[in-house]
Structures are given as C-alpha cells and as structure tokens.
C-alpha cells in the first residue's frame, strides 16, 4: 500500500512539476497618428511663414518706427562713413562742373561747276581745316546734265541757314548776291558749293 501511495504521488508531483507557460494578452501597435499631426502642424507653420512672412516683417518694421518716433528718438545711421555727401542749397560755384553742348558741324556739299580736275578735291581739305564737314562732293548736274560752264561760284542754302550761309561765304570769299536759297525736302548737306570758273580769284584758293 505504501508503495501504490508513494507512485501516486510522484505522478502528481511530475504532474505539478512539468512546464508552466504563462499566457501573456498580445501588445497593442502604436499608432501613427500623432506623428502625422505633428508633420501637418511643421508644414502648416513652414508654409505660414512662407507666404506671411513678408506682410509679418512689414508690421514690425512699421511698428518699430511708430515706437521710434514716439519716444523721439532718432535711428541711428547704418554706417556713417558710406553716407553720401549732401549737395548745398545755395550751390558750390568752386565744385560745379559745367558741360559745354556738343558743337554741330555744318554739313557742306561740293559741286564741280568748272570742270577743272581736282578743284572739289583741294576746296574740300581747305574746308575741313574750318571745321566744316563734306558730306558728299561731285559735279554739278542741272536739268538731269552736268554743266561745267557755270562762271561764278556760288552757295546754295537748302536748310534755311542765311547766316551759316554768309559765314562760308565771307570764308571763301563769295559774294553774298551768289548765296541762294532753295528749298529741299530731303537735302543732303546744309550748304552746297559750286565751283564756278572763278575759283582761281576767290580768296579761299589764295
């Protein structure tokens, strides 16, 4: 009988002994959803200072101002040595700068009226030392022909300049009864010249 009890027992205590595994209930998964709110909510204020941050710095600058000029006190200056130079009322004479306009050359034309070779040529170099500037030189074509019996020389005004015109003429030496005025449209130069037969006498060729 002892025996049966004690193999009974062992058996319950084998029983009892054996492995025991604990049941553990499964782990709930995090959820996300707070990351994605806090994404949205550094997007939402990134994109806010974006397109808002120009009107933002617009009020405080402007409220910056108004304290400023409410305490009366004066903003200091960025950088005094690049502060430009104030220009005086009254006007400096010793610093002014006074440009001279830009002189316009009267344009002249030549004609060969005379036929002579080369008297365009030397009437034009003689010119051009009085500061007159030639345009166009060639010879003197009338009524679709040239004509080289032309005797006096004379000046042909196309741009009503009489007083340009007498100035050449007292330089060469013309008459003013031989200065003419016709009126063009479209001239080529201010003045033209014909060089008459008489070249030789007239005081430019001296």
Known sequence: ???RRRNNTQKILR???GTYTKFSPPK???SKKPLVYILLIIIIIISGAYFYGDAISEMYTE???NTVTENNVSAPAENPKTEKQSIPANGDKNNQKFYTPIEKKIQLEILNG???TGVAKKLTDLLKKSNYDIVNSGNYI???KINWDVNESKIIDQMDKQDEARKLADIMGIL???VETFENPSPIADLTIVIGKDYKTLAIFQ
């Open 114 to 116: 005379c036929g002579e």
């Open 142 to 144: 009338q009524r679709g």
């Open 28 to 30: 709930k998964k995090k």
């Open 63 to 65: 409220f910056s101002k």
């Open 1 to 3: 009988m002892r025996h």
């Open 176 to 178: 003013y009864s031989n």
């Open 15 to 17: 029983q009892t002994t």
